[in-house]
């Protein structure tokens, strides 16, 4: 059963770059056809798909946040890392990292981002 675990700070200032690292445990991030994907969840508000790196290195972004992100990972550490530049309050929120083969069967626990000076 694989297992993540997010990291990072919990408050950013705007105009900054969130920072936030996924841990994974119980599988490799380069085990075939998994996909290693972020997702938020602003306030009152529903889950955002922000995008994903593949087994293979590959990476997909939501065209909404594209310019503003990054995903890369670490195979050493078995890790993988989401920036998300030029942050404003509106990037508040909970995210999770979640990995799957087809949808995301498996999720860490969330972590709270607050955007704010």
């Known amino acids: 059963q694989v297992q993540l675990q997010e990291s990072g700070p919990g408050l950013v200032k705007p105009s900054q770059t969130l920072s936030l690292t996924c841990t994974v445990s119980?599988?490799?991030?380069?085990?075939?056809?998994?996909?290693w994907s972020w997702i938020r969840q602003p306030p009152g508000k529903g889950l955002e798909w922000i995008g994903y790196?593949?087994?293979?290195?590959?990476?997909y972004y939501s065209p909404a946040l594209k310019s503003r992100t990054s995903i890369s990972r670490d195979t050493s550490k078995n890790q993988f890392t989401l920036q998300l530049s030029s942050v404003t309050p509106e990037d508040t929120a909970v995210y999770y990292c979640?990995?799957?083969?087809?949808?995301?069967?498996?999720w860490g626990q969330g972590t709270q981002v607050t955007v704010s000076s």
């Open positions: 119980g599988g490799s991030i380069t085990a075939n056809n998994y996909y």
């Open positions: 790196i593949s087994y293979s290195g590959s990476t």
């Open positions: 979640a990995s799957g083969r087809t949808g995301f069967g498996s």
